[in-house]
């Protein structure tokens, strides 16, 4: 069967990735606000919940996590060929995963690295995950004791640990505007 091209009406998913604490669940959110005033529908997959709900059963390794992304990429592309913006906010270490998600798009794709220093990220650790990683008792924490691979081709990187949260949504707006995405966003 022929791929189905993405509709004219610009759709597109904005892939956010990066080290855990990086900011990616808080920018699509902050990111979806602003899309969402503008009038645009938005869904946002966020690799934890996507995690519950769609790989109950896949673990950390290296398969386990390009499959788990191939499975969010999927659902992603599907949301957008009915012109909804899809935000992805998932770690994604792997280059290949990227790439095959940018595959399976086929199209619009954005892909955006929050690049942060492991240190930053250690300090702000929103949900412990780096202090139980270094206390041993999780395995295959990214950044700790589990790869990060320098993102080859994003279309934007957002240092995180450098701008605000406002300033950083309004980087990603300013990129998607740019490529006519999205109108010009006012400022919030
Ligand atoms: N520029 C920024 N962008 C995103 N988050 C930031 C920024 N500066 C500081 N933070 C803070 O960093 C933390 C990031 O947490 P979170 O979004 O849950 O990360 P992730 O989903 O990548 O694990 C939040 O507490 C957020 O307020
Ligand atoms: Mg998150």
């Known amino acids: 069967m022929p791929e189905t091209p993405l509709p004219e009406a610009p759709s597109f998913v904005l892939w956010i990735e990066g080290l855990p604490c990086a900011g990616k669940t808080t920018l699509a959110h ?45 659902v992603a ?10 935000i992805v906010a998932m770690i994604t270490p792997y ?33 412990g995950l780096y202090a139980r990683a270094a206390q041993g008792g999780v395995a295959r924490v990214t950044g700790v004791n589990d790869p990060f691979e320098e993102p080859l081709r994003p279309e934007l990187i957002v240092d995180t640990n450098r701008l605000s949260v406002p300033q950083s949504t309004d980087r990603i707006l300013r990129y998607l505007a740019e490529q006519r995405l999205v109108p010009a966003v006012p400022a919030a």
């Open 30 to 74: 902050a990111v979806a606000d602003r899309l969402g005033a503008a009038g645009r529908k938005v869904q946002i997959l966020d690799g934890d919940e996507m995690r519950r709900m769609f790989s109950p059963e896949l673990g950390f390794s290296r398969k386990d996590r390009e499959f788990h992304a191939r499975r969010v990429s999927y």
């Open 77 to 86: 592309r599907m949301l957008a060929g009915h012109g909804i913006v899809a």
């Open 95 to 127: 280059e290949t995963s990227r790439q095959a998600a940018r595959a399976e798009v086929a199209g619009r794709f954005v892909e955006v690295w929050l690049r942060c220093p492991i240190e930053v990220c250690r300090e702000r650790d929103v949900k």
